[in-house]
């Protein structure tokens, strides 16, 4: 069974910094892409990162210079650095892979429907 497990939300005031990680079991991080995705409170369900097999990664506008995405292979898990928070990135965040893509820009990365697994999200509250 593939499961991923995000974790690290919490409550942070704007200007703040956050980790949120992504842990898969059954499921190997080295081959395929992982996406960062949040929807907040009434909005749609948005792309914000994603990594790469070989570690280059793609990323939305509205986190540029602010948001980084890693990834330790060896703990099978990804990160998703959260800095200078606004309250606008209140959200919860998913973790989203999918089979036989290894890199983000073979793919439509910010579209929900590409992915085949998900976490069950982590909710991220910034305080203004």
């Known amino acids: 069974d593939v499961q991923l497990q995000a974790s690290g939300g919490g409550l942070v005031q704007a200007g703040g910094s956050l980790i949120l990680a992504c842990a898969a079991s059954?499921?190997?991080?080295?081959?395929?892409?992982i996406g960062w995705f949040r929807q907040a409170p009434g909005k749609e369900r948005e792309g914000v990162l994603c990594i790469s097999s070989d570690g280059s990664t793609e990323h939305d506008d509205s986190v540029k210079g602010r948001f980084t995405i890693s990834s330790d292979k060896a703990k099978n898990t990804v990160y998703l650095q959260m800095n200078s928070l606004k309250a606008e990135d209140t959200a919860v965040y998913y973790c989203?892979?999918?089979?036989?893509?290894?890199?983000?820009?073979?793919?439509?990365?910010?579209?929900?429907?590409?992915?085949?697994?998900w976490g069950q999200g982590t909710l991220v509250t910034v305080s203004s």
């Open positions: 059954g499921f190997s991080f080295e081959d395929n892409a």
């Open positions: 989203a892979s999918l089979n036989d893509e290894g890199f983000c820009s073979d793919f439509d990365w910010e579209r929900q429907d590409e992915y085949d697994y």
